[in-house]
């Protein structure tokens, strides 16, 4: 499974961005699907998830600013981040997970900057 993320970049405080995320290759009973981010000298963390029955968890931080969403059709997730704040700096990867063998997968990371 190859996961192929997009759509980082600089953006000012109180600005919207919009991430996405599109798998390929063997993704045949590939369930949750989301995205967690990470800054330097600190552990990845979740930011929200999302499984192809519908349930999403979304990190505290983000709840009420984040919306995640998925097209199964097209197997792509999407990140939609509104009200974003210069904490919410970070290099953002997607994420996949195939229960069947218990694998998960990781895209290769897009940064986001939120700065004046």
């Known amino acids: 499974v190859q996961l192929q993320a997009s759509g980082g970049g600089l953006v000012q405080p109180g600005g919207s961005l919009r991430l996405s995320c599109a798998a390929s290759g063997s993704i045949f009973r590939i369930d949750t699907m989301g995205w967690y981010r990470q800054v330097p000298k600190k552990q990845r963390e979740l930011v929200a998830i999302?499984?192809?029955?519908?349930?999403?968890n979304y990190a505290d931080s983000v709840k009420g600013r984040f919306t995640i969403s998925r097209d199964n059709a097209k197997n792509t997730v999407y990140l939609q981040m509104n009200s974003l704040k210069p904490e919410d700096t970070a290099v953002y990867y997607c994420?996949?997970?195939?229960?069947?063998?218990?694998?998960?997968?990781w895209g290769q990371g897009t940064l986001v900057t939120v700065s004046s």
């Open positions: 999302l499984t192809i029955g519908g349930r999403t």
């Open positions: 994420y996949a997970n195939r229960p069947l063998t218990s694998t998960d997968y």
